[in-house]
């Protein structure tokens, strides 16, 4: 009864831990869940505000598929102001969210059989929008002392004929790496000898680093006119449920995502969209409170992670809020008469035993890790880290 295509369909495994950890919190268990990519924090009151205004001033009709004028105009000004990317208002789409963002390229872009390269660890819905798209991703995996980084050797040596894309993402989920202007600079000179393919830039995460600024790859020699620039308001300004994300792109691309999105969702959702236009509008000094706990977070789950057996981290990450540690030493291993195989193993032992929620390493491409979010309170970081000592000791 059921198509191929939704048979052969991953399902997301940040979705699905997040999903267990729920049932098992409707059960009476108290879980503490480090599986998603959800900031703890209220979204700020000059946001909230706007939103208010927006439904007293009756915005609740359908809006543009590819958003309000006056958002589109707080987008390009946010990217001059922040990436130093000029944009026209015609070559922004605003979507639900920043996956949609992602998928309407894909759809828009891909043919059957054309090859996607996707560095790893990558973020768990590339492949399965590639693979919707009737495309074939093509996996690159960094060396293992990289800091989860591949080389421009790497990436010149994954291109074939039928290679039509490329997805970057920095700061990265899950390795919360960052790449620098010049290991950027180096992709952009492999890439202007093959001018035929599309970057797609993922920058999600862009306020939130550590000490090194992440890079809008648009900006690099020769290639805004091939990069689709995405981010969204989900990550920096906390605002995970409100669903908007925007896409800077070369006209035809925009069309092509705003026609595509018009046969699938139409306009994102009205009064989220007039809070995005106060949320860009204002300076992201206004969130920096944020990104300084989060470096707080990031610097106390490294000290209280590296405490435990069997889990490694080699470098701190640099941006983003997770952590990704080698646990493969703890594979052959029995705890509380369960024996870990691999990274799945070990994630549904911490859940149903410790009652924490980590995300295997399998769904990003790196089996011999998991990952781990300090987007949740000390408190909770510090006692889940807390029951995962003691299950594993």
């Known amino acids: 009864m059921l198509s191929e295509k939704i048979k052969s369909l991953p399902i997301s495994q940040?979705?699905?831990?997040?999903?267990?950890?729920?049932?098992?919190?409707?059960?009476?268990?108290?879980?503490?869940?480090?599986?998603?990519?959800?900031?703890?924090?209220?979204?700020?009151?000059?946001?909230?505000?706007?939103?208010?205004?927006?439904?007293?001033?009756?915005?609740?009709?359908?809006?543009?598929?590819?958003?309000?004028?006056?958002?589109?105009?707080?987008?390009?000004?946010?990217?001059?102001?922040?990436?130093?990317?000029?944009?026209?208002?015609?070559?922004?789409?605003?979507?639900?969210g920043a996956?949609?963002?992602?998928a309407n390229v894909c759809m828009s872009l891909i043919n059957k059989g054309d090859e996607v390269l996707i560095p790893t660890p990558y973020w768990v819905s590339y492949s399965a929008m590639v693979a919707l798209a009737e495309g074939v991703p093509v996996f690159i995996n960094p060396d293992e002392d990289s800091n989860y980084k591949i080389t421009p050797q790497q990436l010149?040596?994954?291109?074939?004929?039928?290679?039509?894309?490329?997805?970057?993402?920095s700061p990265n989920n899950p390795s919360g790496s960052v790449f620098t202007e010049q290991e950027y600079l180096e992709f952009s000179k492999v890439?202007?000898?093959?001018?035929?393919?599309?970057?797609?830039?993922?920058?999600?995460?862009?306020?939130?680093?550590?000490?090194?600024?992440?890079?809008?790859?648009?900006?690099?020699?020769?290639?805004?006119?091939?990069?689709v620039t995405v981010n969204g308001i989900s990550k920096a300004y906390a605002m995970t449920g409100w669903r908007i994300g925007y896409l800077g792109a070369p006209k035809v691309?925009?069309?092509?995502?705003?026609?595509?999105?018009?046969?699938?969702?139409?306009?994102?959702?009205?009064?989220?969209?007039?809070?995005?236009?106060?949320?860009?509008?204002?300076?992201?000094?206004?969130?920096?409170?944020?990104?300084?706990?989060?470096?707080?977070?990031?610097?106390?789950?490294?000290?209280?992670?590296?405490?435990?057996?069997?889990?490694?981290?080699?470098?701190?990450?640099?941006?983003?809020?997770?952590?990704?540690?080698d646990i493969s030493e703890l594979f052959g291993k029995t705890f509380k008469g369960v024996t870990v195989n691999d990274a799945n193993d070990l994630s549904m032992l911490i859940l149903e035993k410790a009652h924490v929620a980590t995300v295997p390493g399998d769904a990003f491409g790196y089996p011999d890790c998991i990952r781990i979010s300090y987007s949740?309170?000390?408190?909770?970081?510090?006692?889940?880290?807390?029951?995962?000592?003691?299950?594993?000791?």
């Open 376 to 393: 949740a309170s000390r408190e909770q970081i510090e006692e889940a880290i807390k029951r995962i000592k003691d299950l594993l000791s």
């Open 191 to 227: 890439l202007a000898k093959y001018p035929n393919i599309i970057i797609v830039s993922d920058e999600i995460y862009e306020h939130i680093n550590y000490g090194v600024k992440s890079v809008s790859f648009a900006t690099l020699p020769g290639m805004y006119d091939r990069t």
């Open 253 to 325: 691309i925009a069309k092509a995502c705003n026609k595509m999105q018009g046969q699938i969702t139409s306009g994102a959702n009205c009064i989220a969209q007039r809070a995005t236009i106060k949320a860009l509008e204002e300076s992201p000094e206004k969130i920096q409170y944020m990104v300084d706990e989060f470096k707080i977070r990031r610097d106390f789950i490294i000290d209280l992670v590296t405490q435990i057996n069997g889990f490694i981290i080699k470098e701190p990450p640099m941006g983003a809020f997770y952590i990704f540690p």
């Open 156 to 169: 010149e040596s994954a291109i074939t004929d039928k290679t039509k894309m490329l997805m970057l993402n």
């Open 99 to 102: 996956k949609q963002s992602i």
């Open 14 to 96: 940040t979705v699905a831990m997040t999903a267990k950890a729920h049932d098992l919190k409707n059960q009476g268990i108290d879980v503490i869940t480090l599986s998603a990519g959800e900031p703890d924090f209220n979204i700020p009151d000059y946001i909230k505000e706007a939103a208010v205004e927006a439904i007293n001033d009756n915005y609740h009709k359908y809006s543009p598929v590819d958003g309000y004028l006056d958002l589109k105009k707080s987008i390009c000004k946010k990217f001059k102001r922040d990436n130093n990317l000029d944009y026209d208002v015609d070559q922004i789409v605003v979507s639900t």
